[in-house]
């Protein structure tokens, strides 16, 4: 129903910046949330950012001042603006999406392949 494509991920040295897209598709309108989770090698995946149609965002605690997720609208495009890298900060990066149907009172989610982010020191 719905399908993320993330973009924009790369390889910078420790103090650069990169900026990751997120495009949704498909059944967009039942989107209430989305968000950027990461997994470094041989580690669980994290959740680094979210952000709700309404505007309101959360974020890591490790990623607090130097990450910021936004969205013209956060229900089809997000942007993760990732400033002042760390190679604590290598890992790839998933995009999700949460759905809600009110009909059946259930939640989706949804993932993008996810796209490489590589901080050498």
């Known amino acids: 129903q719905v399908q993320l494509v993330e973009s924009g991920g790369g390889l910078v040295h420790t103090g650069g910046s990169l900026r990751l897209s997120c495009a949704a598709s498909?059944?967009?309108?039942?989107?209430?949330?989305m968000g950027w989770y990461r997994q470094a090698p041989g580690k669980q995946r994290e959740l680094v950012a979210t952000?709700?149609?309404?505007?309101?965002?959360t974020y890591a605690d490790s990623v607090k001042g130097r990450f910021t997720i936004s969205g013209v609208n956060a229900g089809n495009t997000v942007y993760l603006q990732m400033n002042s890298l760390k190679p604590e900060d290598t890992a790839v990066y998933y995009c999700?999406?949460?759905?809600?149907?009110?009909?059946?009172?259930?939640?989706?989610?949804?993932w993008g392949q996810g796209t490489q982010v590589t901080v050498s020191s």
């Open positions: 498909g059944s967009i309108a039942k989107i209430y949330a």
């Open positions: 999700n999406a949460d759905l809600y149907d009110n009909d059946y009172d259930e939640n989706y989610d949804y």
């Open positions: 952000i709700t149609v309404s505007g309101t965002t």
